[in-house]
């Protein structure tokens, strides 16, 4: 099992910055893409961004420019930089990875959430 924790959220006035991380940990085999998702209230969850192992990144339109993703190997760490934030960036943001001994037998799993409110 992989325990993902996600931390950095908080409450942020349009314009602002805030960064998100998240650490893996427990029983980590290699951990492919990593992700973060994000469910604005009363909507679907949504993806925001994701990186490969390679640091190869894709971003959802609604914040590229504006939202940057970075990952230690290393420490098993994935980052999310957020810039210029709106209010519809306002939303419960989780984060995500894929872990296991290969790609094809990895197992997916999600962080507990942390809040970010762009509100004035």
């Known amino acids: 099992q992989v325990q993902l924790v996600e931390s950095g959220g908080g409450l942020v006035q349009p314009g602002g910055s805030l960064t998100l991380s998240c650490a893996a940990s427990g029983s980590i085999f290699t951990i492919y893409t990593m992700g973060w998702y994000r469910q604005p209230p009363g909507k679907q969850r949504e993806l925001v961004a994701s990186i490969t192992r390679g640091s190869r990144t894709n971003y959802a339109d609604s914040v590229k420019g504006r939202f940057t993703t970075s990952r230690d190997n290393a420490k098993n760490m994935v980052y999310l930089q957020m810039n210029s934030l709106k209010p519809a960036d306002t939303a419960v943001y989780y984060c995500?990875?894929?872990?296991?001994?290969?790609?094809?037998?990895?197992?997916?799993?999600w962080g507990q959430g942390t809040q970010v409110t762009v509100s004035s």
């Open positions: 995500n990875a894929d872990s296991g001994p290969t790609m094809s037998t990895a197992t997916n799993y």
